[in-house]
């Protein structure tokens, strides 16, 4: 990529944003950050950064400046997206919208199904963000988008990401489970496929998807072999150097948990495409051993889920 290629991140100081920050700087993009300015205002000290806030429809740092792309990371409602489309108008080139696999419908979707698959219908009555609403508005933002810049519309779709900086509590807290060793307590079923992707492939994803000028729908989704979350449990534990015994529990135990899902459809999305488009595939155990490192070095705080060392223990004994 030339490093007159000009890119505006909205959102790009936390983990997925980060990430892509960091990517375009090493393929020498000139980047631009938009943002509330809440984290990570220490990092790209260099870089040119505007202050807004989504919230409250603060766009206007926005009104001038020419971008060949921007990127959306912090899109979340029509309104979001709405808003920041009309602030860049015409002065960009392409928009790329970072979306979500919660877009597809639940029903009738077999395995490697791909871009193509049936959406769950819009929404815009509402922004109260849950597990019913949050995939209907992303369709919703995806419309807008795909109205409003056409053939220059690009959308991403990740499935789970991870890796270092990763705020949520998947694949950190089997890393830190797996290496207690002994009994782990797994509310679901350890055949339950998992798609992983790291937050580093992501980002050389929408890099290249930029630097080609590539329209349409992608699917971010990794590794590249597919495996089971039983599968990823023990991984973790080969990286960090322990056995595990793996004794799934009833469901209700914990009905919500790291990386545990129901649907499993929603597991097994097809990458032909974007491997096509340069989605490159980090190793599963690089990924752990990345994140197992991270992790330590920012000293571990507590997690917001899985089971705390008692409530395993009730469980499965010693």
């Given at each position: 990529m030339s490093a007159t290629v000009r890119i505006l991140v909205l959102g790009g100081t936390a983990f997925v944003g980060r990430?892509?920050?960091?990517?375009?700087?090493?393929?020498?993009?000139?980047?631009?950050?938009?943002?509330?300015?809440?984290?990570?205002?220490?990092?790209?000290?260099?870089?040119?950064?505007?202050?807004?806030?989504r919230d409250t429809g603060d766009y206007a740092a926005l009104r001038e400046g020419t971008w060949d792309a921007v990127v959306d990371v912090s899109g979340y409602v029509p309104r979001h997206v709405g808003q920041a489309m009309?602030?860049?108008?015409?002065?960009?080139?392409?928009?790329?919208?970072?979306?979500?696999?919660?877009?597809?419908?639940?029903?009738?979707?077999?395995?490697?199904?791909?871009?193509?698959?049936?959406?769950?219908?819009?929404?815009?009555?509402?922004?109260?963000?849950?597990?019913?609403?949050?995939g209907p508005l992303k369709v919703a933002c995806e419309d807008?988008?795909?109205?409003?810049y056409g053939a220059r519309a690009t959308i991403v779709r990740p499935g789970k990401v991870a890796g270092p900086h990763d705020w949520q509590d998947g694949l950190t807290y089997w890393v830190r489970r797996?290496?207690?060793?002994?009994?782990?307590?797994?509310?679901?079923d350890p055949e339950q496929p998992v798609q992983v992707i790291d937050s580093?492939?992501?980002?050389?994803?929408?890099?290249?998807?930029?630097?080609?000028?590539?329209?349409?729908?992608?699917?971010?989704?990794?590794?590249?072999?597919?495996?089971?979350?039983?599968?990823?449990?023990?991984?973790?534990?080969?990286?960090?150097?322990?056995?595990?015994?793996?004794?799934?529990?009833?469901?209700?135990?914990?009905?919500?948990?790291?990386?545990?899902?129901?649907?499993?459809?929603?597991?097994?999305?097809?990458?032909a495409r974007a491997r096509a488009a340069g989605l490159p595939a980090t190793p599963l155990a690089v990924t752990v051993a990345d994140v197992l490192a991270w992790d330590k070095e920012r000293g571990e705080p507590p997690l917001e889920g899985g089971f705390t060392a008692e409530q395993e223990r009730a469980l499965v004994g010693q």
């Open positions: 990430a892509i920050v960091e990517d375009a700087l090493r393929s020498g993009a000139e980047v631009t950050l938009f943002g509330r300015g809440r984290t990570g205002a220490d990092l790209f000290p260099d870089l040119t950064r505007f202050r807004g806030d009309d602030a860049v108008g015409d002065r960009a080139g392409r928009y790329l919208f970072i979306s979500s696999h919660a877009v597809y419908r639940h029903a009738g979707v077999g395995p490697g199904s791909d871009e193509d698959a049936p959406r769950r219908p819009p929404r815009r009555d509402t922004e109260e963000l849950d597990n019913d609403t949050y807008d988008v795909i109205a409003r797996a290496a207690r060793g002994g009994r782990v307590a797994l509310p679901g580093r492939d992501l980002a050389r994803l929408v890099v290249q998807l930029l630097a080609d000028d590539q329209p349409g729908a992608f699917h971010a989704v990794g590794p590249a072999e597919p495996v089971t979350l039983g599968g990823l449990i023990q991984i973790c534990a080969r990286v960090v150097g322990t056995e595990v015994q793996i004794v799934p529990v009833p469901p209700e135990t914990a009905p919500r948990f790291p990386l545990v899902r129901t649907n499993w459809a929603a597991q097994q999305r097809s990458p």
